[in-house]
Antibody
Framework: EVQLLESGGGLVQPGGSLRLSCAAS????????MIWVRQAPGKGLEWVSG????????YYADSVKGRFTISRDNSKNTLYLQMNSLRAEDTAVYYC????????????????WGQGTMVTVSS | QSALTQPRSVSGSPGQSVTISCTGA?????????VSWYQQHPNKAPKLMIY???ERPSGVPDRFSGSKSGNTASLTISGLQAEDEADYYC??????????FGGGTKLTVL
């Protein structure tokens, strides 16, 4: 079964750090670009970061640039999001998602999503 | 990186059709044929309903269709059913592994 499973969320104080993980199974992880998307309570979806299949190209939303780092370990079929200098406005459910096209330089649409992991930034 | 513009809500009766619009810019919706639509039920992960403007993933009913004209994309749901009640988000590729989502539209089936 094709699956993504996020972990690493929790409660953290403002200014703190968390590392989210997204374990992939059921498909050739190293062939697909991946993204992180978040959803604040009661709000819409917001793209956070994207990474190429090889991991050589990474991109960030302006709201997280300089604070978050996306990476992947294709040998472990795992995607990561290192989140530093966390703010209250980073409070959200964080989803990892897989692009549907293998070995593509573009993002065509995310056909597989994880169940999400909640990050709460509060003192 | 401004969100794409969607109506906040739409509604229709069972069996009717509804259309949700999604307006962006030439740098996103108008510049790429990589518009996708997602359905999200409460407390669930988004589900891909349309990709590449008008293509349906396997398993998505053909009641769902997509189109695009210029900087505006549209999702049409025909033959509305109760289970279609959900939030719908458009999404456009914007270059360099970047995507932009719409603000979301709440569909109510009356």
């Amino acid at each position: 079964e094709v699956q993504l499973l996020e972990s690493g969320g929790g409660l953290v104080q403002p200014g703190g750090s968390l590392r989210l993980s997204c374990a992939a199974s059921g498909f050739t992880f190293s062939s697909y670009a991946m993204i992180w998307v978040r959803q604040a309570p009661g709000k819409g979806l917001e793209w956070v970061s994207g990474i190429s299949a090889s991991g050589g190209s990474t991109y960030y939303a302006d709201s997280v640039k300089g604070r978050f780092t996306i990476s992947r370990d294709n040998s472990k079929n795992t995607l990561y999001l290192q989140m530093n200098s966390l703010r209250a406005e980073d409070t959200a459910v964080y989803y990892c998602a897989k692009d549907r096209k293998p070995r593509s330089a573009d993002l065509s649409g995310s056909d597989i999503w994880g169940q999400g992991t909640m990050v709460t930034v509060s003192s | 990186q401004s969100a794409l513009t969607q109506p906040r809500s739409v509604s229709g009766s069972p069996g009717q059709s509804v259309t949700i619009s999604c307006t962006g810019a030439s740098s996103d919706v108008g510049g790429y044929d990589y518009v996708s639509w997602y359905q999200q039920h409460p407390n669930k992960a988004p589900k891909l309903m349309i990709y590449d403007v008008r293509e349906r993933p396997s398993g998505v009913p053909d009641r769902f269709s997509g189109s695009k004209s210029g900087n505006t994309a549209s999702l049409t749901i025909s033959g509305l059913q109760a289970e279609d009640e959900a939030d719908y988000y458009c999404c456009s590729y914007a270059g360099s592994y970047t995507v932009i989502f719409g603000g979301g539209t709440k569909l109510t089936v009356l």
